[in-house]
Structure formats: C-alpha cells, structure tokens
C-alpha cells in the first residue's frame, strides 16, 4: 500500500485515493464535515433523504435499483458527530471493473450516481419535496426513538447529554425531536445549501479503481459549488471534572446498564493521543484488560465491561451491563482499576499485552478497503498521513511511564445508572 | 500423511487449499497475497440444537441443558494454567469465538506470530478443563450475558416466532439457554459433549490472509493427534408440519412495536440444499427487497420504515422465510406479504427483476472474497453444509426464473405461517 497525502482539489475540498491490485472491490467515500450548528436536525433528515431519493432517481425502486445494478453495491449514508464536528457521509463499496459482465466500467458508473445523487438532489427551485420531506422526518424520528430498544446506546447516549449539557457535544435528545418536528422542504434546502458551501470535504478512496478519472470527475463536481467558504471546525475540550456528578434513571429492563464518562485531560486531539490510547486499552480494551480481568473474570460481575477513548472530544466512556444490587460494587471495582492505572500499579505484562495487540490490530489495517478508507479519511485532519505500520511502530513506542502520566490526568466526571422501573408495592 | 488438494476459481483468479489432515480433520487455506493479517477459525459441528445425542454403539440418547454448547464454548478458553486468552495477550492476536443454532467456532486474527496463535488455537480447543468452581464462576458471567440479550427486542422477537411456528425442534430454544437451565450444567456433562462433538472427524479448521500451507500443517502436525472417531447419532422429535401459534405478542420496552413473520416451510428431508437456499434468498428479494413493488408501497404508505428486512433462516430440519421490520400496524404489513406471495405465485416472477437480482447476488459473491473473516468463516460453514466455497457462484449461475417459480410454490405457504410481535 502506498500511502501519499490528501491533495487539495477545490476550497476545503481534500481528496486521496489508495491504489491497491489486491482487492476485489472498490471503496469510494465522500465526508462533509461541518461544526455543529443549528442545521443539525434538518442535517438529519438530510443525510436520511439524500441517501434514498434523488431528483434522477425519486423513488426506492429506482434509487435502489441503480445501486443494485452496480452488481449488488453496498451503499451508505449516514450522520455521526466525531468531537464537535458533524459528519455526513455517503460511501459505496461495489466489485472492481474486472468483475463486470458486460465490460463496462462499474467504477465510473459509481462515482457518477455518488456525484449526482449529491448534486441534484430531490428539491425544486429551493425547496425539497413535501411529501418526501413528511416520510423522512418520519425515519429520522423514528430512529431516534428507537435508541431506546438498545438500552446499551441508549444508555450511554444518555450520560453523553447529561454529561457534556452546556456543550455542543451534549446533543438533547428532546430538543433534536422538537426542531425535527419543525422542518420543511425550504429549511431542509438551507441545510442542503449550507452543506454544499460550508463544509470541509474529505474524500476517500481504495481500491484498483482509476485514481484519475476520480480526481478529475471530483474536481469538476466540487469546483462547480458557488461560493464555497469552508468553516472552522473546532471541538472545545474539558480537561477536568470538578466533581463526580451521579444519575439514575429508570427503564424495563433486565439488566442495569452502568455507564461512566471521564475527562481524560488531552488538550487537544493530538495531544499524547498514542499514549492515551495505550491507557484506556490497558484499562478496559481486549481480553487481556484490567477491567475485562477483575470485574467480569474475577467477580464475574457482567459479561461485558470495557473503556473506550473518545480521542476528538477528550472524553473516555467505561460501559457495563450488570444486576443492580451490585451497582455499588461494580462502580468501586472500576474506580479502583482507574486508581491502579494512576498509581502505575499494573503489571508490565499488562502493558506490552496492550502495545502487542493494539498494534498488530492495526497492521492489519490494510487488509480491507473499506478498513483503509474509514483509517485514512480518520487521518484527514492530522498534518501527516501514516499507514498501519508506522501508526503501530508509534504504539509501540509509548512507555509505562507515559501511561502512568496520561492516567494521572483523568478525571471521573459523571456516572450513570439505567435501572429497572422499582415494582410497586401493592 | 496429509493429502492436499488445490481448488482454483477463474473468475475471482484465487485458489485455495484442502487438506485431509493425518489427525482425521480437514484443513482448508486460503492464501490471500499481499495481506498483512490472517484470519483462523476452528469450528464444530456442535450448536444449540444439539440437544439429544449419543455415540455410535451407545445404548442411550443422553439430554443435556439447554444453552451448554455455548457454555462449552466459554468453558474452552480456561485450562489448568495460564487460559486462552492470557496466552494469546503475548501474541498480540485478537481472539473469540461463537456458538450458532449448529456450529461452534473459535478464532483469532493477527498481522504477526501467526505460527505461536494458531498453535494456542488448536492447542487449548483439543485440551479442555473444566472444574466445578470454575464452572459456577462462569454461571454469573453468562448469566448476564443472557439477561443482555433478553434486553435486545430483534432477539426476543425471533425467538417469539420460532416458538410460534415450531412445536418441537430445539432451534425454538435460546442459543446460550436460560439462568434456570444452566444451573444445571455440571463438568462432568461438559466432558460429555466435548468427547461427543469435539472430534476431529466433526470438526474443520480454515485459515485465510498472510499465510502457507506449510505454516498450517507444521503447527497442525505438531498439535493434533489422531483420535478414534465415532459417529454421533443425533436425535431430533419429529416436527408435525404445521406451525403452533398464529401470533404470539410479548412486553419489551420498545419505542414502536417491533414484528417477525415467518412462513415455516414444509419439508421432506431435513437439510436444504445450497441450490434451494440461493432461490429463496432471489426470491425474498423479488418479493420484499430494497427494489421490490411491496417495499415502495409499504414505505409510502407508511406502514413500515427502512428497517423492514427479509431473512432465509435454515439449518437441520427447520426452514422459514422471514419478514421482519417496525409498524404500528403490523396486521396490515402481513396481509399485504400475503396478497405479494400470492399476486407474485399467481404471475410468476418478472424476468427483469429476476436478472437485476441474480447480478446483485453475483456481485455479492464476488464482494465476499476481500474479506479474510468472511473466507475463513465461509470455508467452514459451507464444509458442515457439505459445499465447496466456490460452488455459490456455479449454482447461482444455474437457476432459472423458472425455479424460483417453483421454489416459491414449494416453499411458502400463506396458511402456515406465524408473526411474533415485540410491544
């Protein structure tokens, strides 16, 4: 795999392409990244829209049809946030042209449908068709209510909002549904618009696919947006927890869902990011962790209980199913782990255990399209672009004593409890 | 002496590997050049159902507790010293494994020591020890991973419909059983079904990525031992072909009624064969795919959102058809697949649609080769199946419209179905 660096192909427009003879298909991924803002529930029902309608294609059968003709394509839209950032992203993953029945070429044929879908949309003179408007803020609604049927997201969606309240990150759920419940076709085109010519857009792709023909239909594309003036993208981050903050809240449920939210002290998302990773996985990553050791092999407490760095906002999440009467116990074990993790208590088995799987993980990276563009578009905002070797040899590189200090600097900012409903007493 | 045969397929300019081990297992590699990483998995055929069993020559069937062979699974990782996954921490390998209605399977992936991973693998899946301490231990452990799934409504709603349309067969029964049933598991039963099913004539190993043949079978050679074979003899009660329930409905907290529709297939002979398995996968998706008239008209008319799926669901002696999705109106969704099943056997299938779909179902073979899990997993699933991995595209290339014509006609059968529905 060689790897070279996003080329800049109109304002805030980057693009890199991955050549690789290795694989059977062809990854191709477009990323708009905006702050988050007051277009973020239209932003919703946008990325929802755009990836079943367009003006060509306007109904499931034919916008579906086209993508099954592309031999059966994987297509994708989809919303994240990723810090403070928005990200709407549109992705296919589809058989390389050699694969093609009738010599045609199925690359181009993709990145064709990818270019118009994004271009022309589903709207006319500014305004995004009514009904369709209806049933996709329908989805979108729909979606987000069901959250609640995964109590494990729901419930660490929950302690996010409680958590980051006051700050973009801390999105409220109730409030994303009322201003759902507000929109049209005419703001939905103002998000569309403001989509187009605000963002910063990264593009993706891997594959045998022509790297030229991509480069060049894209530039055309992106250069053909008036007035594009990218904005700043900026995630503010909290170093520290003042003091432990506690919730419950009550739900059906047959196991309590405990989730924890720590400020980890990163500065920024580059800050001592190698050895923050190194951290939380000693803490709570594979099998070999401090939490997956003590509170499910040990106390045999949960089946699941892991850490997860959340590098872009600075934030650490500890999550695990549990019964409630051990709520207490559970909470302590997890809160001792994170006292031996400061104390530099763990064992050097337990970090190069760590250092060894995190970074034969990620040689591996390599070994998929799709993997090299989720790695690489991950990449898009760092001044260098590394592969999966050199991010491993930086793995590698991190020592106890970089670990002890990272760990030092976290801090216990809320708890979160989803218990059952309390029976009644009749 | 180990017997090696190379399998080529044109098309996809890949070949790969199978070997009959000198131990009695079958081997399969899957070469993958310029990978980084390889994918191993050593699977049985040993899942859920397999409740009811004995050895050739053994005079009585034993029954153990529902949810043992995924007990079994955990169980395998531990030994008298260091446990699995302790030893592979100094690898720096990412492992797991799985249980199914019908096989169990353990794996690891790597990019490096790929000859110390895999001998881990084949070293603690052939020496199992087992304890009643540790065997309690492992009680709470699963205990809450079972109350986890009870928590997950597309998993209950599944189970609701299989125990809905099947009277008798255990894939009715939860795949890692309940809290009450294994209470009942002991080491000794353990023991039990090891001997039984964790046999190298049961068993398939297959490795795929950055790896040779040579590799394999050195770590093979050295690990695995011939061990004397017996057949096993399942036993399964008969299944009357009719469904138990026409609708079952349970409580979750859900936050729209969530639905399983299941039309159960009669059938003759317990295992479909991968001809009639493809048609009905074309075939679902003439009738209720992405691209399919029903599809469009339901979400339109708002019955149903894009959750709205279709699933093929077989395996020894049971085969159902399977609509699921979320509606507030879901007696209205199953009359309209109804009328869709019955307008489609009417006017046979389109032969546009049957094309478009059968170049999706190429594409999708094709897709399923970059990926050294899907490889490696695939290779072990078809072999329990009795299939070569390369003979879907062969197959697939044989059917007619005609034949999906005929599968529909044989296959589905509105009067015999069941609906779960989650609310």
Request: proline share 2%; aromatic share 10%.
């Amino acid at each position: 795999m060689s790897v070279s660096a996003y080329k800049e192909i109109a304002k805030g427009v980057k693009l890199l392409c991955v050549n690789s003879e290795k694989f059977k298909t062809n990854c191709i991924k477009i990323d708009f990244y905006l702050p988050i803002s007051r277009h973020f529930a239209a932003q919703n029902v946008l990325s929802s829209l755009m990836g079943h309608t367009s003006k060509r294609y306007n109904t499931f059968k034919t916008f579906n049809g086209k993508v099954e003709s592309l031999y059966g394509a994987d297509f994708y839209s989809d919303i994240a946030t990723v810090g403070e950032k928005v990200r709407l992203c549109f992705s296919m993953e589809l058989p390389d042209d050699r694969f093609s029945l009738d010599g045609s070429k199925i690359s181009e044929d993709a990145v064709d449908f990818l270019i118009d879908i994004i271009k022309n949309p589903n709207c006319e003179n500014g305004c995004f068709d009514s009904e369709f408007t209806a049933r996709e803020i329908r989805f979108t609604l729909e979606n987000i209510e069901a959250e609640k049927n995964d109590k494990r997201a729901y419930a660490l969606s929950r302690l996010r909002q409680l958590m980051c309240s006051g700050e973009p990150y801390g999105i409220d759920r109730e409030k994303l549904e009322n201003d759902i419940k507000e929109l049209d076709g005419e703001k939905l085109f103002s998000a569309y618009e403001d989509m187009m010519k605000s963002s910063t857009v990264v593009i993706t792709a891997c594959g045998s696919l022509n790297g030229d023909m991509l480069t060049a239909k894209f530039t055309d594309f992106m250069n053909s947006v008036k007035d594009r003036a990218p904005e700043r993208l900026e995630t503010v981050f909290v170093e520290k927890a003042d003091k432990i903050r506690y919730f419950n809240e009550q739900m059906e449920v047959n196991q309590a869902k405990l989730v924890i939210g720590l400020r980890t002290g990163m500065k920024n998302s580059d800050d001592n990011y190698f050895a923050y990773r190194v951290m939380t996985d000693i803490f709570g990553g594979g099998p070999y962790s401090r939490l997956f050791m003590n509170v499910r092999e040990k106390m045999s407490l949960c089946y699941y209980c892991g850490a997860r760095l959340l590098r872009e906002k600075g934030i650490m999440f500890v999550q695990s199913g549990i019964e409630e009467e051990n709520y207490r116990q559970a909470l302590d074990e997890i809160l001792n782990q994170l006292d031996i993790m400061k104390n530099g208590e763990f064992t050097n088995e337990d970090f190069e255990s760590s250092i060894s799987a995190l970074a034969d993980a990620f040689r591996g990276v390599g070994d998929s399209p799709v993997s090299v563009c989720t790695f690489m578009a991950s990449q898009a905002f760092d001044g260098e672009l590394i592969d999966g070797e050199e991010y491993a040899e930086k793995l590698s590189k991190v020592t106890r004593e970089q670990v002890i200090e990272c760990a030092k600097k976290v801090t216990v900012d809320s708890v979160y409890l989803l218990s059952g409903e309390a029976e009644d007493d009749e | 002496m180990n017997n090696i045969k190379e399998i080529k397929n044109e098309l996809l300019n890949d070949s790969y590997y199978e070997i009959d081990h000198s131990s009695g297992l079958k081997i399969f590699v899957y070469p993958k050049e310029n990978y980084s990483s390889a994918y191993a998995v050593f699977g049985t055929k040993y899942g859920s159902i397999d409740t009811r069993f004995r050895l050739e020559g053994e005079k009585d069937f034993i029954c153990v507790p529902e949810g043992i062979a995924h007990f079994l699974e955990h169980k395998l990782f531990e030994s008298e010293e260091l446990d699995a996954f302790a030893r592979y921490a100094k690898t720096g390998a990412s492992a797991n494994a799985y249980t199914s209605f019908d096989k169990t399977c353990y794996l690891f992936s790597c990019s490096g020591n790929f000859r110390q991973s895999l001998e881990i693998l084949l070293d603690f899946v052939s020496n199992p020890y087992f304890t009643p301490e540790t065997v309690q231990k492992e009680q709470g452990i699963i205990g809450q991973e079972i109350k986890m799934c009870n928590d997950d409504p597309g998993w209950e709603s599944l189970f609701s419909l299989l125990r809905a349309m099947y009277h008798n067969h255990p894939v009715k029964i939860d795949i890692a059983g309940t809290v009450e049933s294994i209470s009942h598991i002991t080491a000794d039963l353990l023991y039990s079904c090891y001997e039984t099913f964790y046999n190298p004539m049961n068993m398939a190993l297959a490795v795929a990525g950055n790896v040779t043949v040579e590799q394999v079978l050195s770590v093979a050679d050295k690990i695995l031992k011939p061990k004397a074979s017996k057949k096993i003899e399942r036993s399964f009660e008969p299944e009357p072909e009719t469904v138990v329930q026409d609708t079952i409905t349970r409580k979750l907290s859900v936050a729209m009624p969530i639905f399983a529709i299941g039309y159960k297939e009669n059938i003759k002979t317990p295992e479909r064969t991968l001809k009639e398995a493809l048609e009905s996968a074309i075939l679902l998706d003439i009738i209720a795919g992405k691209t399919s008239n029903l599809y469009e008209e339901l979400i339109s008319e708002g019955l149903v959102n894009t959750t709205f799926d279709t699933e093929y669901f077989e395996g020894y002696g049971y085969s159902a058809h399977i609509f699921t999705g979320e509606s507030t109106n879901y007696e209205k969704v199953r009359e309209r697949i109804n009328g869709e099943i019955m307008r489609v056997k009417k006017e046979g299938v389109s032969r546009e649609e049957f094309d478009r779909i059968k170049k999706k179902h190429y594409g999708s073979f094709i897709m399923n080769f970059n990926d050294i899990d899907s490889i490696a997993n695939d290779l072990v699933g078809e072999y329990f199946s009795g299939c070569g991995l390369f003979e879907r595209l062969s197959v697939l290339e044989s059917i007619t419209a005609e034949d999906i014509d005929a599968r529909l006609r044989n296959a589905i059968n509105i009067e015999n179905s069941s609906m779960s529905v989650i609310m």
